[in-house]
């Protein structure tokens, strides 16, 4: 018991379940994880008014899917998965929209995007001059 | 354009538009954001094998949106959102089930919530023993 005590005092772990009396309880299967047939691909992006995410609430949040298919509540999930797939994930490699003029106006927008990328962690944060500039900064991802 | 300049370089922005030649190109209107009518609800969970985040790949990943409704890639949007919702979007705040009692087996398992809560940012990571355990953690959020 002193020895599992220590691992889970260590750890933080939370041993919520214990081994009570066997009589009326099962005892549950190490529950096998379903397998994963493809490295996920599952995002949140948010936008907000500021100049970061630390000070900006987040105005709109969108979930982005893009294994097996495209799906989630961003407006453009095919396109966006697309246009990560050809940056290979990689939100600071998306081509700006160089043929959109925008005003020189400065109400600073940052986006953030959160999650797994084909099995990777990613989190990524961007703040754009303004609406027009965040959205030129991209052809999909980050028109939401 | 010396301010300009100062100010895109002290944050980091990137000037990506510039107001190039008028004639052939049009002025994009500073797009109005589309307005939001409720505070966004919008997370990705991931699960690993470890024993944290940071060196644990991500295993599966899913998506869950809970406002307007429940949506997203997670097996039981709908049970998830509203387990969320009792416990205020604090998912250490998750009720353990605890009459599911699962072995010893120290097979450490990492959950990572990240996203938005009714207009909060979250990001919240929990190790437990084994994925029983986990499971075991809540009714619904961590089942995936």
Known sequence: MRNTARWAATLGLTAT???GPLAGASLASP????ASLYAP???VLTVGHGE???T???LRAVTLTCAPTASG???AAAAACAELRAAHGDPSALAAEDSVMCTREYAPVVVTVDG???GRRLSYERTFANE???NAGSASVFTF
């Open 31 to 34: 529950a096998t994880a379903p």
């Open 41 to 43: 691909s599952a995002l």
């Open 132 to 134: 027009c500039v965040k």
């Open 52 to 54: 970061s995410a630390a």
């Open 56 to 58: 900006a609430a987040p």
């Open 116 to 118: 797994v990328w084909q």
């Open 73 to 75: 509540t961003h407006p």
């Open 17 to 19: 379940a214990v081994c």
